[in-house]
């Protein structure tokens, strides 16, 4: 069924054409500061003003600014500031533009509260069960000319009003950033708690999206030219069809089948559900990508049982050797965290050690930030920072220590790789990717874009790569 928001973008369409702006004339700008998720949903805001008739500007000096925001490190919050007071500036020689802020900070009272106080030349607020809403509210700003707030709170009390937001999984118009490859949400929300962590504050209970939905809407994808797919949730392995009990793996099956798709990856995965069956179903499929993102956070059982995270420094080597054993050609990527409150010299060298014996192809490093309502915000025993900034140094010369010897495998051996664009700063090269989602750079023009074509990899830098096109 066709959902309400279309109407809405139709109504503002004509409010446009009824002001003597023609289809196309004025521009918007997304921008996200976000995961993966985050950016899905800023697809989805490309494609509603699309519809509505604007087109995109590659920079903030346009008529609709939307920063899309995410709150999971205090500094995803600084920068949203550093820009907004950038764009009070822009908005006073344009008296037209729309500022619109949405996104994960503005599931935080604070927040908003800061915003509506400080930041007055803001327009549009919204909040991350609210997408479907903005075509309403920027309707609502245009016809009335008056400020919109909407944010439904996220207070876990299962109110009615959450309930029917999280029961709405509407199809929204999307704009892709690539042709052929796109996230396709299957999870919303986390139940998990890790204790530093604020997005299931700020994104809700978990929700698996229907079996069913999830494939229509990939097998739309395939027939619009995609032919990679990114299956996204906070813990894609927690994934259960509400109706069926469909599980992740089973999910899996039934995506490999569909036509036209030719790689499938997801992410995240948590350590603590990523099942036997899983590296079962990877192994038996040639679609399936070589790479999990399998986030270790600290590799110090104390730690770990401290973030609740439910699973131990040994258990998860030993996960790590399952996986490497039935998928030989696996590439790992994982996320780890400095500096959680109470973290000794002796859980920091667990966690070294364990990026000794991993093997990760790459690794997200971050420093422990302190998210307002999480329970480690409230402990009494926070790391001097100093002490952190020292480990952090530690572990960055060791990860890329480690990943240079791991990418040197790939050296020699000649791999498909999907061709996502030019290369910005060398024009005769073209950049894509493995199916170990490492990046390969080699000579090549526009015409390779979207394909998967073979290259001997030539070079190893960290985790990417320097190749030749290998005929075929
Ligand atoms: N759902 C994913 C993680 C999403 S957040 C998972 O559980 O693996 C992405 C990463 O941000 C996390 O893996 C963690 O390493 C980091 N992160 C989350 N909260 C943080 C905090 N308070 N301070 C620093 N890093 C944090
Ligand atoms: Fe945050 Fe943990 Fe949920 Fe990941 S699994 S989003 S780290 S609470
Ligand atoms: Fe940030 Fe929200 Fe994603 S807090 S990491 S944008 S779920």
Do not use: W
């Not at 997200?364 to 025993?381: C, L, M, N």
């Not at 010369?397 to 290369?423: A, C, D, M, W, Y």
């Not at 390969?440 to 526009?446: A, L, P, Q, R, S």
């Amino acid at each position: 069924m066709r959902d309400i928001s279309y109407d809405y973008l139709e109504k503002i369409r004509d409010i446009l054409l009824e002001e003597g702006h023609s289809i196309g004339s004025l521009r918007y700008h997304v921008a996200t500061f976000g995961c993966q998720m985050n950016a899905r949903d800023s697809e989805k805001l490309r494609g509603m003003l699309e519809y509505a008739g604007f087109s995109e500007s590659p920079d903030e000096d346009c008529d609709i600014v939307i920063y899309n925001t995410c709150t999971v490190r205090e500094n995803a919050n600084q920068k949203v500031y550093g820009r907004l007071g950038e764009l009070k500036g822009i908005k006073k020689k344009n008296p037209f533009m729309k500022i619109v802020l949405c996104g994960c900070m503005m599931e935080e009272k604070a927040e908003e509260e800061r915003i509506k106080k400080s930041y007055p030349f803001v327009d549009i607020v919204f909040g991350t069960m609210n997408l479907s809403d903005f075509p309403r509210l920027l309707y609502q700003n245009l016809k009335y000319e008056e400020k919109q707030y909407e944010v439904t709170p996220i207070d876990r009390k299962n109110d009615e009003l959450l309930l029917s937001k999280i029961k709405s999984d509407p199809i929204l118009p999307t704009k892709r950033k690539y042709p052929f490859k796109s996230g396709v949400n299957i999870t919303y929300g986390c139940n998990n708690f890790c204790t530093y962590c604020i997005v299931p504050f700020v994104r809700g209970p978990e929700r698996s999206r229907r079996k069913e939905d999830i494939l229509d809407e990939i097998r739309a994808l395939s027939r619009d030219g995609v032919i990679e797919i990114m299956l996204l949730g906070q813990n894609v392995n927690s994934y259960n069809d509400p109706g069926d009990k469909t599980t992740f793996p089973m999910l899996l099956r039934s995506v490999e089948e569909i036509e036209g798709i030719e790689r499938i990856r997801f992410m995240t995965s948590h350590p603590k559900d990523l099942s036997n069956e899983l590296i079962e179903v990877m192994s038996a499929s040639k679609k399936l990508c070589r790479h999990i993102h399998l986030p270790l956070q600290s590799g110090s059982t104390k730690v770990l049982s401290e973030m609740n995270r439910h699973y131990t420094k040994e258990s998860y080597l030993s996960l790590v050797d399952r996986i490497k054993n039935k998928l030989p050609d696996i590439s790992l990527t994982t996320d780890i965290m400095v500096g959680f409150p109470g973290e000794t010299e002796e859980d920091f060298l667990e966690t070294c050690d364990v990026v000794k014996r991993a093997g990760f192809d790459s690794a997200f490093t971050f420093i422990y930030s302190k998210r307002d309502g999480t329970p480690a915000a409230d402990r009494r025993d926070q790391i001097d920072e100093t002490v952190v900034h020292e480990r952090f140094d530690r572990l960055l010369s060791l990860i890329h220590e480690k990943s240079s010897e791991n990418s040197k495998r790939f050296v020699g051996q000649t791999l498909p790789v999907l061709v996502e664009e030019k290369n910005s700063h060398d024009q005769s090269l073209v950049t894509g990717r493995l199916s170990q989602n490492a990046i390969v750079h080699f000579k090549g023009d526009e015409s390779l874009i979207g394909r998967i074509v073979p290259v001997t990899i030539k070079e190893s830098h960290d985790f990417y790569f320097f190749g030749e096109p290998a005929l075929s």
